[in-house]
Structure formats: C-alpha cells, structure tokens
C-alpha cells in the first residue's frame, strides 16, 4: 500500500507541473496576444497612411521577434507538459498493475 501512495504522490508531482506549465502557456499567450493587437493597431495605421500616431515605441519586426521567441517558449513548456503527463500516466499504470 505505501508503494502505490509513493507512485500516487509522485504522479500527482508531474500533475502539478503540468498544471504550472499551463498556466504559464496562458501567461504568454495574453502577452502575444497583447503584441498582436499591436500589429493589428499598426497594420491598420498604415492602411490609413497614419504614421506619426503609433503609440507603441516597438517596431514590426521587434513585435514579430518577440512573438517568435514567445511561441518558442510555449512550445518547450508544451513538451516539458507532455513528459511531465507520460511520466504522471506510467507512474498510475505501474500502480494499477502491481
């Protein structure tokens, strides 16, 4: 009995990693969201041949940098979530089997 709570506390450790890794992709993907808006307000300024009204000090580029190196970042804590969710699902598999 104590060898499948041992194998439940440890799944339960990658569960709450994978939940600290999720709310973590959702705090990147507001602030990508935000630099997205962003293009959006300055490709609708350039519609409107606007130009001296950007507020926002970042050029494209540097918005479109930022979001490459955001999406990186969600996509390694994606794969660290995955692990973390094998790991979880073997750890339950090896205590239902035993």
Do not use: C, H
Not at 70 to 80: C, N, P, V, Y
């Amino acid at each position: 009995m104590s060898l499948v709570n041992d194998w439940l506390r440890s799944s339960l450790g990658y569960l709450r990693e994978v939940d600290d890794g999720i709310l973590k992709i959702d705090e990147l993907l507001a602030i990508a969201n935000s630099r997205l808006l962003t293009l959006e307000k300055r490709f609708s300024l350039l519609d409107t041949s606007r130009l001296s009204v950007i507020e926002n000090p970042l050029s494209i580029p540097d918005i479109l940098s930022d979001l490459e190196m955001r999406l990186s970042a969600i996509e390694g804590l994606m794969e660290i979530i995955d692990y973390r969710l094998d790991k979880a699902r073997q750890l339950l598999d090896d205590s239902a089997s035993s």
